[in-house]
């Protein structure tokens, strides 16, 4: 009887040291999938920040194009467009410090 007892808990507790290793692993996997997804979470907000501003830029150059539909004229819009659009975010700047 003691005999078996002392079978049944070296096998508990060899059980147990598994349980314990696989525990382990799930955690490290668990802090690297946390790790990971706040990359991604990070690079979608840069993109989604690029996209934003490439759609703005996209607008002002289909407002410079309506404005002025010779490649000349188109220029000159595109750079005071630029202008305006620089000093509008110097004094957003300005008016947020």
Do not use: G, W
């Amino acid at each position: 009887m003691a005999i078996e007892l002392q079978e049944t808990l070296t096998r508990i507790i060899s059980k147990s040291k598994v349980m314990v290793e696989k525990y382990h692993a799930i955690v490290a996997a668990k802090a690297q999938t946390d790790k990971e997804n706040a990359e991604v979470r990070a690079e979608n907000e840069k993109l989604r920040i690029e996209i934003e501003r490439v759609k703005r830029e996209n607008e002002y150059l289909r407002m410079a194009h309506s404005i002025a539909p010779t490649p000349e004229t188109v220029a000159k819009s595109k750079s005071m467009i630029s202008k305006i659009v620089r000093d509008i975010d110097k004094c957003i700047n300005q008016l947020n410090a």
